[in-house]
Structure formats: structure tokens, C-alpha cells
């Protein structure tokens, strides 16, 4: 671990830091022409020859991706240079590979004469053109993310409200066995998506005014420090609402992250191991407590526990997706050349078998080490984030990725048990692209903040201690 | 915080290790077991855009492939499909594929190993790669006797060349069109799968090779062959056949199934009673002879195995453990004994060929695009399972049965006939099972024969009324040639 730690960087220090704009620039049109360059090959490889509309959508999304460096550039000059590629790499991948699969579903409605289905790239691309926006929006709304701490309880509130939207009448809509849809006229929504970020801000709120109170120690078993009864108040509430979100949404997914992610912050605020281990035995008695009374979660368990013998029904997917991982073996089957629409829901959930099967272990070893590259910088950027709230909020979101990341690869790859969670970037689906594009920006915000050179009047200690928040 | 970040970004390092580690155990280290799979459509996906080689009876394609014109380049056609079905089995768009398709996928292909040379040419001279050719032991006439004689019936014959293992027919019936399976139809091959996936009879089941039932009376070929391996009895020692066997430690009885004593006074030669099928004798000679010696001889025929022809076969079984009046039932195949058809042509195989078992096996030979043969298959012995001269001993009591007990339907004029019937209970109500086991010429046999009709829902004289005439009708067809 390096000694000089940022947090107590001595103010007025003059440290030379780079925007390197230019890098991002640089790297955005890398990953455009891999863009290019994999459409071309599902084109060419599937016999569809050139796709028709090549320049007009990687026009689109050059479009989008110069709009947001442009905005980052004069917005936030200092902001991290990788997050925006790696995210626009990101998605660029999941575009060509909902583009190879609109190619599939054509071709096997062609063979049995059933009429060609909208293609879903196109819709992807306007949901990516949309982040964009939103994306740009967080920069010009947003000056300074410290802002956001004055809003804590409303975030809570709308978050809370959001989460529990689709078990609302009429709008809440059920889809595979999950309640997390809410549909207005033709629109359809996750507004879970959307409520994470919102939770993320309030948890990075309460937790940095009220972390000294629930960093009390009261007694010592087995020398681990436990925090007061009073205290356990918001981590049994948190844990209540988890276990609501599994019973009545049966969406398993989006619990694990929720209570996963509330436990991580409020270690990183208390500094407290103590808290890791009550939220682990609290997990450990929620999933016992769901795996003896839930059928659909038992049958998860079972079906990943042995997939093969449930292999035409409900590990079915779960094979097709170990099938398609094998079928790519080292190098893959090619961009084109697999079956990645044999797994039900491969735009989707499975998004990563579908790239692993024409990618190989090769394409699923880069795209983790994107994701890992991502997740790294935004825990840089909370590091090197000089106010608490920024911190938390910057680890937070961090985090919020991370548990994405590995709870849905872990799950189609068979390491978990499976949820329903979308690949950030990869996955057909708006909701879960413009929210995690709207964490980079938050990111990006935060971290413009604290990579440019300290010309505040706050020193960082204060910054640290004083209670900012008015509610 | 900071601090605490860091440990968290390290334990999701930790989780980013558990991914990679899983991902190369999929893609990587296991790959090759998913991709083997049977139910993985997605390499049968691919193998449909390049001409897989043909499955071979003699010279004559039983299963080949021939091309379509659509998106999916070769389509696999079965000449009279339900004839040879439990060889070739299907290969399915939907369902992967089983029988020869399966096991000699990777000849059929063209990706084994021995293609390497082959390979190396296509990638130069850029020609798609062509699979190789697989021949069946199988005997076409064999295979059509057994078919045309189960016709009607629920049942399976094996018949094997005792000399090699070579199996010369192996036929079920019901059976299924694998052409309807292999087509490019997926609601079709759905709807067609459904179909027999609910009928009854089951006709997918492999039944030569998978189906288990109680083998009767000609499991006491296995026990006389027992006694006559323990020295204390030869065909003409004299045994106790009363009407009925007390059997040990239980008050219940075991009769004949004609009610009546096997012999004069109750007493009665291990010929005679072989002849007559006489259970009570056997069910004595069991008790006389332990269930371990019983269990040996079986063993020794290939009971308790599992025999890989390739196409994986049930293991047939001697209970393990039995007490004394299961050791009586089990001498005359009945209580826990199972067997295969497969495994009791083995029996009547390996008493024909001077008391040796030999491997049974499928694959004749392996050939390349070109035909040329690549490799031949070469019989290996299993197990000495008899001294030859009990052996001949052996061979004349069951020659007895077909000329002067109940075996009478399976003589052949000319030809000594070895054989021997069989009928089972598979439970206390159920319908019984008939078999007939038999080899000939019965001092240099050509051919070893099992039969079995599950349901027949006859007695004893099924065997021979049943199942006999098709065994005679199978070993016609081999000797004619």
C-alpha cells in the first residue's frame, strides 16, 4: 500500500495533473473502429455481406461518443480519462452482438416461415443515445456532486418509492417470473435500475453523517468489537427490504445487490469489520430463510447446484450457456460463427455467453478485464476523492457495478446460483444502460473534482469531519 | 475509508480470480466434455454444413448424408431406419444424437485423430472436411430375420458371432424412424419425439443393449454351468425335482410350473432337468452350489459389467447379497436377477465358442473419406468363463433341450441346435417375459442368438412358442450364407 495517502495530501501542494483529454479521445475512436470492424465481420462471417446501414449507425455512435467526450472536455476537464472509453467499448460490444443475434432470429424465422422480428440493435442504439444525453445532462445539471448530499432523504424516498413501483396496479408489470416492469402506454421500464443510483446517493448521504454513532463499540466477542442494539436499526431495515424485494418482486438479483451493496458502505464509512460479519450472517440467514420457503429460490439453488440433470427444463438455459462458453473454447467460434441464440435470452441476461461463445475464453477474459479496469478506476476515483460523501459515493457506485458484474457473469457461468441481473454496457435494455451510464458520469463528476489541482479553501481535513448535510 | 476501500477493491479482485478461474474451467479444461454432450445441438449445428460419412452394413449405407440445398447444407437419410435403429441411432437438430451417431461421432465427422493427415490436405488445398466411414458387424439378413419375427411384439434380439463378439444383429421392437428425428424440422422432430417420448412401449429405449428383465429359466445354463465348474456334478449326476421345493428358512414352496415331479420318484438327471426345466432341481443345485460360486460364473459371462460395444450397455446383475431361498430363486433367474439381451447372447456365445467370453463389439471397421480402411477392429476375450470340456458338456445338454425338451420349435434339420427357453415374472402381477437363448451349429457355432419378448403374457412353453421361432429364423439367415 502506498504511504502518501491522498486523503491527507497537505493542501496547496502542487501536484501536475495531466487532463489527458486527448488519451480519451484517442481510445473512444479505438473502440469505434472495433466497432466497425466486428459489424463488419458478423456481416461478412453470416453471409448477410456489409450490413446496409453500417455508416449510419456507427455514425450514431460516434455521434453519441464524441457528444459525451465534448461535453466531458469542457465540463470536466480533469475527470479520468479510461471510464468513458472502456464504457463506449463496453457497449459498442453488446451493440454488434445484439446486431448478430437480430441476424440469427431473421435467419431461423426465414427457416421456419414466420415473420422476420424487428431488429433490437436499432432500439439499443436509441437507448444508447439517450444515456448519452442523460450522461451529458449529470454534467450540466451537476457542478459539483457535493450538491447531491443536501438531497439525501428525497433520493431515499424516491428511490424506495421506485423500488417498489412495479408492484404498483395497472403500470407494474410481471415478466419471467420477476416483477420489476413498469409499463406506461407501449414504454417499458425497470425502475430498479434507476433506484440504485438514487439509494446509492442516500446510503453515501446517511452513512457519512451517521457513521461516528454506528462506529461505536460497545462490547468485544471473540475480539470483534459489536456495534449497540440501537444501532443495528438501519442495516435490519435494509435487510427487510431485501428479503421484501425477493418475496414480492422474485427478483432475487437485484436483493443480493441491494443488501450487498448497503453492507459495503457501511463498512467503508464505520471502518468496522463488525458490520461485514452481521451482514454476513444476516445473508446467510436470509438466503436460508428464502432457499426453505421459496420455491423459486430453492429451485435456483438446485438447478445450479447439479444443471445437467434439469438440462430440458429449468437448467436449461443455464446448459445452453455452459454449452456456448464450451463451443468457444480458447479462441471462439468467430463474431458470426456460433449458435449464441441457442441460450434463451442471449441479448439479455446471457449476453456473456453469447460473446464467450464467438469470442472465446479470449473476448470474456478482455471484457472482465474492462469491467475490472472500470470498477479499479472508480474505486481510484473514491480514493482520491477528498470530502466523505464523495468517498462513499464515488466506492458506492464502484460497488454497485462490481456486484452487477459478478452476480450476472457469476450466474451465467454457472459459479452462482442465477438472477436476473443485466451485464452493465452489454445487455439489450435501456433502463439498465442510460443508469449505468449515469454512474460513470457521476464518476467522471466526482472525479474531475478530485483530480484537479486543490485550489479550494476547504482543507481536506475539514472536508472529512464537517457535517454538510441540511434536511 | 480509504483503507477500507482498498481491502473491498481486494476481495473483488478476489471475485474478478473466481470468474476467470470458472471461465477457463468451461472453455477451457472442460470444453471438450460439454461440447461431447449428448443433448448439444450446437456441433451437430455445424456438422450439418459439411458431409458426415456413412454408418455401413457390409457395404450398403444404412445412415448417411445427403444434400438439400437449404441453409442447412446435408440432411442425414436412414435406409429402412426402424430396421437399424438401435444401431445407428438418430441425430437430431433438437435432441443431439445417440446410438453409432454418438459414439463414432468423431470418425463420422472427420475430426478424430486418425484423420490428421487429411486434415492437414484439406486446410492447404481448402476443401471442406469430409468425414469418415463407419461398418457395422451387423449382418444384414440376421438383422432383417429378427426384425420380420418381432414384428408385432414388444421385445429385443442380439445375436453375436461367438468366435469374435461380433454382434450380427441387435433389433427392437417398437422401434422408431430415425429419419423423422434427423430432419430440418424442429416442430416436426419436437412433435414426432413427444410422440414416442409418451407411448407406453417405449420405443425409444435401446432395448437390445439398456433393457434389464428377469432372464427365467435360461439362466440355468449359468447355474448348471456352476455346478458343472464345481466338480461335484456332471450332466448325469442325479438331482432331487419334487413337485414342489421347500425353500430354506421360509415357509413358502417353490413348484414346477407344471405341478408336477421332474422325474421318477422326484428324481431326475442335471440334463434331464435342464431339458425339462426344471426348477425345482435348480433352485436345490442353487442352494447346493452357494450364491457366491453362482455369482462367479455369471460374473465370468459378463454379468455385473458394463460393456461399451460402443454404445454404453446396462450392467446385467446377480444380486448381492442373497440370503438362501433368494439364492434358490435367484439359480433359476428369477428374484434380483436382470439381464440383457445383449448379456445373454453372450452366455449361449461363450458357451458355443469352448467356454471363452469374448468383448462383444459393433464397429467392424473405420474407414477414411476414401474408403480405405483405417483400422479394423480386433476381438479380445473378456473372461474364461468354462473349462472347454464343460463346456461341451454344456453344449450337448442344451442340444438335448432342443431335441427332446422344451426348446422343440428351434430345430433346424441338418444343423445340432444348442439352446435353451426361458419365461419370468418381472413381478407379482406382471405380465412374464419369454426368452429363448441358443447357438448352432453346436459343435463349431457361427452364431449365438437371444431373444426376448417382454409382455408376452404366456407360460413356460412361450419360450419356445415365442421367442424359439425367431431365434431359429436368425441363426437360418447367418448359417444360409
Known sequence: MPSTHPATRVPGEFAVIKKRRNTELALLIFAWLLGVLGTLQVGWATGEGTPPRLWITAGAVAAVALVMHTVVRIRAPYADPIMLPVGTLLTILGLIMIYRLDVADARRAQLNKSPIPTPDVYSQLTWFAIAGILFCAVFILLRDHRRLQRYTFTFGLIGLILMVLPLAPIIGTTVNGATLWVRFGGFQFQPAEIAKILITIFFAGYLVKTRDSLALVRTKVLGVGLPRPKDLGPIVVAWFISLGVLIFQRDLGTSLLFFGLFVSMLYIATQRRSWLIIGFVLFVGGAYFAYSNFAHVEARV?????????SDTTGYQIVQSLYGLANGGILGAGLGQGFPNLVPFASTDFIVSALGEELGITGVFAILMLYALLIERGFRVAITCRDGFGQLLAAGLSITLALQVFVIIGGVTGLIPLTGLTTPFLSYGGSSLIANWVIVALLLRISDRSRRPDTSQISPDDAMTQVVSRV | MSRQIRRLSFVFGLLLIALLVNATLIQVINARDYRDRPGNQRILLAEYDR???????ASDPVARSVETGNTLTYMREYNNGPLYAPVTGFYSLVYGATGLERTENRI???????FTVDRIQQLVSGRQP?????????DAAAQRA????????????????????RILASVQMPSFDPNRLSSHNPADIREYYAELEADPQKPLLNRPVVSLNPPGSTFKVVTAAAALASGRFTADSILPGPKAYQLPNSTKKLRNWNGRECGPGGKVTLEQA???????????????????AIRTQADAFGFDHSFEIPLRAATSLFPADPDAPQTALSAIGQFDVRATALQMAMVAAAIGNSGRTMNPYLVQEIRGPDLSILQ??????????MKPSDSLSLTDMMVNVVQNGTGSNAQISGIRVAGKTGTA???NDSPSVAWFISFAPAAAPKVAVAVVIEESGAPEVSGNGLAAPIAKAVMEAVLRQ
Do not use: H, M
Not at chain 2, 51 to 57: D, Q
Not at chain 2, 158 to 165: L, S
Not at chain 2, 275 to 288: D, M, P, Q, R, Y
Open chain 2, 130 to 138: 469430409v468425414g469418415g466411414a463407419v461398418t457395422t458387424t451387423i
Open chain 2, 108 to 114: 463420422l465427422n472427420g475430426k478424430a485423430d486418425i
Open chain 2, 146 to 165: 429378427a426384425f420380420k419375427g418381432l414384428k408385432g411384439k414388444r421385445g429385443a434380439v442380439v445375436a453375436i458371432e461367438p468366435a469374435t463378439g
Open chain 1, 302 to 310: 438446485t438447478v445450479w447446484l447439479d444443471p445437467w440433470t434439469y
Open chain 2, 51 to 57: 458431409e458426415r460419412g456413412p454408418i455401413l452394413v
Open chain 2, 274 to 292: 435342464l431339458a425339462i426345466s426344471c426348477n425345482t432341481a435348480f433352485a436345490w443345485l442353487g442352494n447346493e452350489l452357494g450364491a457366491s
Open chain 2, 376 to 385: 479394423t477392429t480386433e476381438p479380445t476375450q473378456y473372461a474364461d468363463a
Open chain 2, 425 to 427: 415374472q418381472t413381478g
